[in-house]
């Protein structure tokens, strides 16, 4: 039972991009900034949330489990996450919304596939994270509940729902048809039930590691909020809801991991 919940539980995110991304077929403009900055604030709450609440916190408590120093785990493993998306955000050419100059190293790829290819790299530490929770269920792990698994689950889908239609408008506003934008913006999200899977195998080759990879996940996420949805938010004006957008994920984000988990 447990493995079937965690395949369904590892594919919910990815449903909430594919359905987000649905949305290039039947609205007919670009979602307005006011909106893309309240969508982009919701994001970075729900992440942060999901960073203290269902990785950081479950790595402490592991690691008092095993009897090991309960705050050693979490904070090597939280410096590693986000060492790795540093080092993979300096190295894989992409371009993030609104700006003009694309990162990592030099690349002809065109501005579309570099916009995709920065939402990929935002896409791969929402994946662990949902697969390192899945994978200390299936280890049978004490503090990680069915309840809490689909909470982080679910909360990475809800906030998957606008970043498909972020990412899938644009392109159709660029020239390309409804079809391959939608297309396009699904498969951004694919990326996650990959990371996801492959997370749960290292795990159950290294299950002592379980406390790393929690917080190695949330050091990952934290890295993404920090250095692209944040600035995305202060961009230009309407940053102000943007910051409500924000508290609103935040807060049900650890409503669903509090009540669920």
């Known amino acids: 039972m447990n493995r079937m919940n965690t395949v369904i539980g590892l594919l919910v995110p990815f449903a909430g991009t594919v359905l987000g991304a649905a949305m290039v077929l039947v609205l007919r403009r670009e979602i307005g900034t006011r909106l893309q900055k309240t ?6 709450g729900v992440m942060m949330a ?15 489990l095993m009897g090991g120093v309960a705050w050693l785990p979490a904070a090597i493993g939280f410096l590693l996450g986000f060492a790795f998306l540093l080092i993979i955000d300096s190295v894989t050419p992409h371009l993030h919304r609104n700006a003009e100059k694309a990162e990592g190293l030099p690349s002809k790829a065109k501005k579309n596939t570099m916009l995709l290819l920065a939402v990929t790299l935002h896409n791969i530490p929402e994946g662990m994270a949902v697969g390192v929770v899945f994978a200390g269920l299936l280890a049978g792990s004490a503090g990680v509940t069915l309840s809490a698994a689909f909470a982080l689950s679910i909360g990475i889908a809800i906030q998957n729902f606008p970043e498909g239609a972020i990412v899938s408008m644009p392109l159709k506003t660029a020239g390309m048809g409804k079809g391959k934008a939608f297309l396009l913006g699904a498969a951004s999200g ?66 669903l991991d509090v009540a669920l988990g």
């Open 190 to 255: 694919a990326v996650e039930p990959v990371a996801a899977a492959v997370t749960i195998l290292l795990t159950s080759i290294l299950v002592p590691a379980l406390p790393y990879l929690l917080a190695f996940a949330a050091g990952a996420m934290i890295y993404v909020v920090a250095e692209e949805l944040i600035p995305e938010l202060q961009e230009g004006g309407h940053s102000n809801i943007g910051m409500i957008g924000l508290a609103a994920g935040f807060a049900l984000m650890m409503i």
């Open 39 to 44: 969508l982009l604030g919701f994001a970075s």
């Open 50 to 64: 999901a960073a203290v609440w269902s990785l950081l916190l479950p790595s402490i408590e592991q690691a008092e």
